[in-house]
């Protein structure tokens, strides 16, 4: 089994900032890629950012290109997203998710989620 928890959501106002944190246990990540995703109500889960254990790259989905920044820290098991210049479009649960896929945009590709973290950012 692999659990991911997914902490640091809460309410901002819009130009604020939220650093995301998902914390990953149970077996090994290392061939894993790590995804961000979020669901506003009524809106399909969609694909933020991607990441993996191993390499430098790291993948963003353009409505967030530049505004959002995915991070790791692997002796923490914990994978990070910054979430700078925050508006009220931004607001939905965001997800952690981890998988062995090369198609990193696409939730279907990926194994393990967390139960997700609320970011609420106000006007």
């Known amino acids: 089994q692999v659990q991911l928890v997914e902490s640091g959501g809460g309410l901002v106002q819009a130009g604020g900032s939220l650093r995301l944190s998902c914390a990953a246990s149970?077996?090994?990540?290392?061939?894993?890629?790590m995804g961000w995703f979020r669901q506003a109500p009524g809106k399909e889960r969609e694909f933020v950012a991607a990441?993996?254990?191993?390499?430098?790259?790291?993948y963003y989905a353009d409505s967030v290109k530049g505004q959002f920044t995915i991070s790791r820290d692997n002796a923490r098991n914990t994978v990070y997203l910054q979430m700078n210049s925050l508006k009220p479009a931004d607001t939905a649960v965001y997800y952690c998710?981890?998988?062995?896929?090369?198609?990193?945009?696409?939730?279907?590709?990926?194994?393990?989620w967390g139960q997700g973290t609320q970011v609420t950012v106000s006007l």
């Open positions: 990441i993996r254990w191993i390499g430098t790259s790291s």
């Open positions: 149970g077996r090994t990540f290392s061939s894993y890629a």
């Open positions: 998710a981890a998988g062995r896929t090369n198609y990193y945009t696409l939730a279907s590709e990926y194994e393990y």
